[in-house]
């Protein structure tokens, strides 16, 4: 029997956030699927392990930036422009956790960089790729949000929930605007999930054994456990198939359950 065809052939597709984590887990999903990848990270990524499972033509370019940066972003097109001619996938990826004070105690200079990132960063890849996509008469952005994109929580993230609302209402607004294009607009909201970022809330609970900290921090979790970045990736490569064609606006969570207490 032949194997399955690859959804994602002849497709291309921009990660923001691609040097680890959820980004890094996308990236790799989407090669395998048979896309070609700019991996947009302010990092430098080892994008070996990710390029080993690609197929065909697929390609994965290492790109260097800042999110928040509009040429940045301008450069970031004209590369992925280069492969193919067309850019038919953007993963609004890349974010900030931010500080961990609540709204008396933010330091206004850290709530600005949080905001530029994961906001300005997230609206200028919707306005330059979106662009792109206008004139093509088609494409996908979505665009990572979060469970805390829905509720205050202990208001201990105040500038990363404040960033998350805002890329929820983006993420409709642009759905709405964009849909005449046959552009789609998506969001992903995932709970906490297995990488850096949560380890680093992980240390700044329990500095000298961080594992431990986290049974307390997935206890909120009715399936019991963060989520891995492979499973976010596992949606996402949904959500940009053709599969989900008549699906745009939606704020999906991938949360264990968390939303639906
Ligand atoms: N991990 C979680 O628990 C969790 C939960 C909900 C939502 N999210 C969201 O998922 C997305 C990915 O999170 P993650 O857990 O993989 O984070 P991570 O910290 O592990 O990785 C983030 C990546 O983004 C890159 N990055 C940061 N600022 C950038 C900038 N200005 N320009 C370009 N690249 C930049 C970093 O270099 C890093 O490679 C984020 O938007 C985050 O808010 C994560």
């Not at 040097?19 to 790799?28: F, M, T």
């Not at 890849?125 to 509720?151: E, K, L, P, Y």
């Amino acid at each position: 029997m032949s194997p399955l065809p690859k959804p994602l052939v002849g497709r291309v597709a921009i990660v923001t956030g691609a040097a680890r984590g959820i980004g890094l887990a996308a990236v790799r999903r989407l090669v395998a699927d048979g896309a070609s990848v700019l991996a947009f990270d302010q990092a430098g990524a080892d994008m070996s392990a990710a390029l080993s499972a690609a197929s065909g033509a697929a390609q994965v370019v290492d790109y260097r930036g800042d999110v928040s940066r509009e040429d940045d972003w301008a450069r970031a097109v004209d590369v992925a422009l280069a492969l193919t001619g067309k850019i038919d996938i953007l993963f609004n990826n890349a974010g900030i956790s931010g500080g961990f004070e609540n709204v008396l105690d933010y330091p206004p200079e850290q709530f600005d960089r949080v905001i530029a990132v994961n906001v300005r960063g997230v609206f200028l890849g919707m306005q330059h790729v979106g662009r792109v996509m206008q004139s093509q008469g088609s494409g996908v952005i979505v665009n990572a949000s979060s469970v805390s994109g829905f509720g205050g929580g202990t208001g201990a993230i105040f500038a990363f929930v404040t960033s998350k609302f805002a890329v929820n209402g983006m993420t409709k607004a642009a759905a709405a605007t964009l849909a005449k294009f046959g552009v789609r607009v998506l969001a992903i909201c995932p709970c906490p999930t297995e990488t850096e970022m949560m380890f680093q809330v992980e240390r700044k609970y329990s500095p000298d054994n961080p594992a431990a900290a986290r049974p307390g921090l997935s206890q909120g979790i009715p399936l019991g456990r963060y989520c891995k970045p492979e499973e976010i990736a596992d949606v996402l490569a949904f959500l940009v198939s053709d599969q989900a064609a008549f699906m745009t606006g939606a704020l999906i969570p991938v949360d264990g359950g968390v939303l639906a207490k």
